[in-house]
């Protein structure tokens, strides 16, 4: 039954559905005052976004997202709940920019940064956090 989930949402989940969401999602923030807006801006048909670094408390460094940037899925999983969104969330991890996959040590890097997608039980993204790494574990 699980398995069939998976295929299912497979099916669903394709690299162009996640592209066209993180665009909506970036558009979408420009639309809001405050929160999110003040984490990412447009720029020239593309988005800055305010990526959180790994390994740091509280440093972000600021990335250009262009809307011919490679996108990589990485894995999706469904989530119980995610911050009251409920029954089942799905969350999807994606590659922005180019994808080296992991060397034998398990380390991987990509180019830009890497988004994790929330999504609801409808399938609509409804949060998009971005972070930095010059390598990724």
Same mark, same amino acid.
């Given at each position: ?54 390994? @740091? ?40 920019? @180019? ?34 790494? @010059?390598?990724?574990?």
């Amino acid at each position: 039954m699980i398995e069939k989930c998976y295929q299912i949402l497979e099916s669903l989940i394709t690299p162009q559905k996640v592209t066209h969401d993180l665009f909506d999602y970036l558009k979408w923030t420009q639309t809001i005052p405050v929160g999110a807006s003040s984490l990412i801006r447009e720029q020239d048909n593309s988005y800055v976004v305010a990526a959180f670094v790994l390994h @740091s408390s509280d440093e972000e460094k600021e990335v250009l997202i262009e809307q011919d940037d490679s996108i990589t899925i990485l894995f999706f999983e469904l989530i119980k709940d995610y911050f009251g969104i409920k029954p089942i969330s799905v969350k999807v991890e994606i590659a922005i920019g @180019s994808f080296t996959p992991p060397n034998a040590n398990g380390f991987y890097s990509i180019e830009k940064c890497k988004a994790i997608l929330y999504y609801n039980k409808d399938l609509s993204v409804v949060d998009v956090d971005f972070y930095y790494s @010059s390598r990724f574990p």
